[in-house]
């Protein structure tokens, strides 16, 4: 059984770009939610999809947006990328909506300059 | 307002007992969740707590008081591949939206 798969690894970007990040959630989960981890923090929550659609939304402003695809697989895009924005982006799957165990993919290093 | 406070860092010995506090003040709740985090890595789910009292699993155990806001993570035989960063989420009703604490980071020395 595949775990959770994102890419790139590593990205370096700067203002004012654009980015996309891209998750591969585990096989059978239809439930993502995406987390951004800055250095030294907890992950906090962006947003979340549930079959397609989404489920529940962070304080993150609207030039986070996402996507989920008939896989369950599912994007993050950033637009008017800024320097707070570099940080671990975390991807997470589970079964379904309200299961308790989510499987945390190894995230995505981006560095804003 | 959301917030979860546990100690920043922590240091114990190989083999010994460790316990991580975690208070939370939260508008709800739904489950308190400890996960494991190497530098570097992905979170690791370790423990969730929905009732109060002690779940315990291999070397880990997890106690949750409602009424108190207060969870902690308790580690038995510590071994050096523990030293690693321990996070309390507590998970909001009606979403699967976790609020992470800063994290813990715990050394364990030989």
């Known amino acids: 059984e595949t775990g959770v798969t994102q890419s790139p690894t590593h990205l370096i970007k700067t203002r004012g770009q654009q980015v996309t990040l891209r998750c591969s959630s585990q096989s059978g989960h239809n439930t993502v939610s995406w987390y951004q981890q800055a250095l030294g923090q907890g992950p906090q929550f962006i947003f979340q999809y549930y079959r397609e659609e989404e489920n529940g939304r962070g304080n993150f402003p609207p030039r986070f947006s996402g996507l989920q695809f008939p896989n369950y697989s599912s994007e993050l895009n950033v637009n008017a990328l800024e320097l707070d924005d570099s940080a671990l982006y975390l991807c997470?799957?589970?079964?379904?909506?309200?299961?308790?165990?989510?499987?945390f993919g190894p995230g995505t290093r981006l560095t804003v300059l | 307002g959301q917030n979860i406070d546990q100690p920043t860092e922590m240091t114990a010995t190989e083999g010994a007992i460790v316990q991580i506090n975690c208070t939370y003040q939260?508008?709800?709740?739904?489950?308190l969740f400890w996960y494991q985090q190497h530098a570097g890595e992905a979170p690791t789910f370790l423990s969730y707590?929905?009732?109060?009292g002690l779940e315990e699993k291999g070397r880990f155990s997890s106690f949750l008081s409602r009424s108190k806001g207060y969870s902690y993570l308790l580690l038995k035989e510590l071994q050096m591949k523990d030293s690693a960063s321990y996070l309390c989420?507590?998970?909001?009703?009606?979403?699967?939206?976790?609020?992470f604490g800063t994290g813990t980071r715990l050394q364990v020395f030989p």
């Open positions: 707590n929905v009732l109060d």
């Open positions: 997470a799957s589970s079964l379904d909506r309200g299961e308790n165990e989510q499987f």
């Open positions: 989420a507590v998970r909001e009703p009606y979403t699967d939206k976790l609020i």
């Open positions: 939260t508008s709800g709740f739904n489950g």
